[in-house]
């Protein structure tokens, strides 16, 4: 099984220091978008890496650790969900990886970005498809995204009982769409979002 690799870096490398960048929470209905950045350190590379998708929720902690300790720097940011509603779900990204890009220790010449968009992240980019499966660097980005991600869903779960967001982490599953017809809309629920407005409507018109 093929992993991520430090190829797209190196071919970069001669701009200056390239950084990987991810994010995680696009498709939940409820709760902030998370990005990460991450620049590897070549010679001492973290165990474990791969797309966050591939990894169990242990695997991906134990890779957590890993980079935080191994990378030359890294950086974890948020857009919240008041910035999702008013930017849309595609301009909170951005923004959450451009504080991402902008919270790193060492500034980076570059970013390689996971997707099809390259997008304004403070320095020149490069959308990579798949690149959590290519990129060591997108890879870990992506593992400190989710993980930063499902640990502040945790956390809200405690602040906004009954929803179950320490198990689905906001997504549209049945156990959230059950706790939305008996509890509604809380403030960590993305209004913009097509099955959040409906219902809001569908109780207001009620």
Known sequence: MLRPDLTLEQEWASHGLVCGVDEAGRGPWAGPVSAAAVILDPDHLPEGLNDSKALSE??????????KARAL???VAFATVEEIDRLNILRA???AMRRAVQGL??????ALIDGNHA?????????????????????AAS???????DRL????????????FARHKGYGVPLHRQALDRLGPCSQHRRSFAP???MIEDRLSA
């Open 73 to 75: 720097c890294w950086s």
């Open 153 to 164: 869903m945790h956390e809200l779960e405690a602040e906004h009982p009954g929803y179950g």
């Open 143 to 149: 593992i400190l995204a989710k993980t930063a991600r």
């Open 105 to 110: 220790a060492q500034r980076a010449a570059l």
């Open 196 to 198: 959040i407005r409906l």
């Open 119 to 139: 997008l304004d992240v403070g320095c020149r980019s490069v959308a990579v498809i798949k690149g959590d499966a290519r990129s060591a660097s997108i890879a």
């Open 58 to 67: 242990a695997a991906r902690e134990a890779a957590e650790a890993g980079i």
């Open 93 to 95: 990204t951005e923004l």
